[in-house]
Every structure is written in structure tokens, then in C-alpha cells.
């Protein structure tokens, strides 16, 4: 919706001289090659006795994949997506295979559980999805990759263990996409348990249960026992009819790649997940660079499928290529566009891995604040001590000013590591960190993500050099 001051005059039949005076006279200096958006060259045009229309470009993006929105009327209550995440070992995975084998009716079809990355099951005859990865390592790759697949975390905190880094990092990756955080609190069955600790703990983190006046929902279970997980399983659901998810099952799938691998004998399998619409059998889908005809469609139970709803889970064969989990994929009529949406997103992406990658740095800070694109700084901070992450953080966040606010979204104790990096990699977040140095894969997947990580001894310097970026008075780097 915009065009070159060079080449209005030209569309105009006008001389360049012309449409800068009258660029000029309405308060815009602007020269030949300075590109105007469309209300200023629409003003310009009517002084100079001339009519402007949008030019409509239609991309085969725009021809092939349909994205109207929904009419409320088509759309029908769905089940919600949920992820479990917290601290190694807190029993994620007992978890997740407690609710699955103690959910699978022996008499359903198939019988035998298959994983393929997420699972359906049926509560009071109300559906759940779970991802069957635990852990915030995958979803927040999947998040980076612009997927927002789920509605609801549960954090799995273990009883006698307590809040741990991973704890912390799960916490802040859940508040970042946005999504309602559950607290399991599990191992119950352990006589050294301590809830109560673990509740006080999680208010330091803004998680305060209901019956301290907070609104998070905290159930005590046992994923070995299977104690309290039926209760879990209800507040799910309550939890979900909250936030009234909704999709329309009537138009084309679209929806992510969950999981992706090549099998020997059936090329590649991909694990989807549909959002909206139907996923048939026979249906041309594309998914990132992948494009092809669905050939056989299974689901979580080993069952043949020739259709798939919303917030249901499958594994497909027939794609021309291996996906990327967080790939969206879609449902399209025209093989042959799609084949030449292929291409040119193989095209695009090449461009793209030459293309230098702008992400937020503290050197273009103040461009981007004055540009009014930046409102919020989001900071991540890593420290050797507690008392330093905290101290940092009460720094920093006093930083903000009229323009932009100072978020730290992310602290924690320990080396600088790729769930950081992801984090600020989809959080549009710089790292700053104190006494510490990131490992080996988060300073490849940094430089990758080209995400600005800072290294500081004292916090004074940080500060200082924060504060100079704000300013644009950040001394340059050589
Ligand atoms: P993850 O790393 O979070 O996926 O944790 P796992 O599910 O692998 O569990 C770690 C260990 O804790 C395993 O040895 C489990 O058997 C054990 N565990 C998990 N849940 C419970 C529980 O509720 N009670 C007890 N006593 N042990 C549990």
C-alpha cells in the first residue's frame, strides 16, 4: 500500500518536481525515491487533478489457501490442546501415560495406543487433546516457528522436590504464549510431600491458588497411584469451557505439523494436529515445503481415519517431503499452485538464509523506539546467584519510560542455554547475563537466531548500557 514519489508522478503524468512542491505545500518533505504510503499519495493525487485506486495483487498464497474468517454461526465448541511442562523428572511423561492408558477403553477401536505425538481422550464424554511431548523445549520450538497450537499448560510441580529452574522456565514460557497455567502438584503418594511449601513457592512467580484469594488452579495428584488426576482432568475441562474454543468444522483443514519423520517403507509420516476445518482422506494439503495427496490417515489408537476434525490428532502419509514440526499446513484444492507455492517458498526461504535477519539488538534499540515499533524492551535475564537475577530485574524494569517499557520475562540462575535463546527468539527479547556464559548450543542457536546476548560482571555497567541504548547514546561497537 505504497509506492515511490518518482513513480506517482509518473502514473500521474506529472514531473517529479511537481508532486515534491506538492509534497511540500501538505508538510512532507520527501525526495524522488522516498516511498509514501497510500492516504498521503491519495491527498496529493486529488490536489493534482488525479484518481488513486489500491492495486489489488493476488498472491497464489491468497488464491490457493482460504483464510475468511469464520461466521460465528459455523462455528462448534472444540477440545482444548494442552501441554505438560515442568522440571526433569517431576513426572510428566507417568503423567501423560497415566491419563492415556487409564482413559483408552480396551474395547475402542484399535485398542492399542500408538504414539504419535498427541492423544485424544474422553472426559465425562468431553474431549482433550495432550500433547504427548512433555516438556517446554517443544513447544516453545514449535512457538518459534509461529505455531500456536496450545489453549492450556499444566505445570508438573514434584511435592517433595519443589519449583526448580526448568519449573521457572516452563512458568515463563506458558506466560509468554499467553495460555492459562494448571499446577499439578504431583507425587503425592511420597510421605516427605509438601504442598504447602509448593503453593507458597509458586506465589513468588504469580501463581497464587484459589484458596489464598489467587485464581490458579492447583491440584495435588499422583501420577504413579493416579491420585487426584480424575479432578485434574475436571478442572481441564472447566478450564477450557472458560475460554470457550471454538472452530468450524465445515471448510478446508488447516492446522501444524506436530511431529515429522522418514520411514523406510512409507516415506514421510507426519503427526498434524487440525485447528479448523475437516482433514479428509484424498485431500491435497501443503505443509510448509511439503506438498501432497493424504494417502492413509491413522489415529492415536491405531485406527484407520478417513476424516479428522478440529483439535484431532493424526498421522498421514503421502507428503512429497519431511515437514518441520510447527509447519502450519493446509488443505487445498489446486495440486498445482500448490506445487508452485512449494517452490516459491523453497525460493523465499533461500533468500531468507542469505538475507540479513533483523531481530532486536540494543545497537538498533533507539531506531526502533523512535520509529515507534518498539514498546516493549523484553529482557531475559541469567545470573550465577538468585539475588542477582532479582536485583537485575528491579534495575532494569525501573528503566522504562514513556515510550517504552522494560520487561524482564524471563530470570533464572545458571549458564545461558537454547530454551533462552527460544525464548527470546520468539519473545523478540535481548539476554543479558551476569557471571555467566551461554553453553555451546545456545551460542549456536543464537547466532542462528541472531538473538543479541550480553554479558556483563557488574550489574552498574548493565544498567548503564541499557540505559545509553534507550537513549540512542549507546557508544558503538567496533
Ligand atoms: P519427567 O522427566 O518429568 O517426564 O518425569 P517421569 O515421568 O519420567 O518421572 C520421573 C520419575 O519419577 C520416574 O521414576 C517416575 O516413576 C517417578 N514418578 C513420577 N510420578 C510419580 C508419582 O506420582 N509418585 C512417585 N512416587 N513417583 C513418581
Known sequence: DEISVGELASRMKKTGAEVVKCLMKNGVMASLSQIIDFDTAAIIAEEMGCKVEKEVVVTIEEKLIDDHKDEDKDLVPRAPVVVVMGHVDHGKTSLLDYIRNAHVASGEAGGITQHIGAYQVQINGKPITFLDTPGHEAFTSMRARGAMVTDIAILVVAAEDGIMPQTVESINHAKAAGIPIIVAINKMDKPEANPERI????????????????????????????????????????????????????????????????????????????????????????????????????????????????????????????????????????????????????????????????????EDLFSQIQAGEMKNLNIIVKADVQGSVEAVKASLEKLSNDEVRVRVIHGGVGAINESDVMLASTSQAIIVGFNVRPDNAARDSAARAHVDMRMYRVIYDAINEIESAMKGMLAPKF
Open 199 to 362: 503453593k507458597q513457592q509458586l506465589t513468588e512467580y504469580g501463581l497464587v491458588c484459589e484458596e489464598w484469594g489467587g485464581d490458579t488452579i492447583v491440584c495435588p495428584i499422583s501420577a504413579k497411584t493416579g491420585m487426584g488426576v480424575d479432578n485434574l482432568l475436571e478442572m481441564l475441562t472447566l478450564t477450557a469451557e472458560v475460554g470457550e474454543l471454538k472452530a468450524n468444522p465445515n471448510r478446508a483443514a488447516q492446522g501444524t505439523v506436530i511431529e515429522a519423520r522418514l520411514d523406510k517403507g512409507r516415506g514421510p509420516v507426519a503427526t498434524l494436529l487440525v485447528q479448523n476445518g475437516t482433514l479428509k482422506q484424498g485431500d491435497i494439503i501443503i505443509a510448509g515445503t511439503a506438498v501432497g495427496r493424504v494417502r492413509a490417515m491413522v489415529g492415536d489408537k491405531g485406527q484407520k481415519l478417513t476424516s479428522a476434525g478440529p483439535s484431532v490428532p493424526v498421522e498421514i502419509t503421502g507428503l512429497s517431503e519431511t515437514p518441520s514440526a510447527g509447519a502450519t499446513f493446509n488443505a487445498v484444492a489446486d495440486e498445482k499452485l500448490a506445487r508452485e507455492l512449494v517452490e516459491q517458498r523453497k525460493e523465499e526461504a533461500r533468500a531468507k538464509a542469505n538475507a540479513p535477519v533483523t531481530k532486536v539488538s540494543l
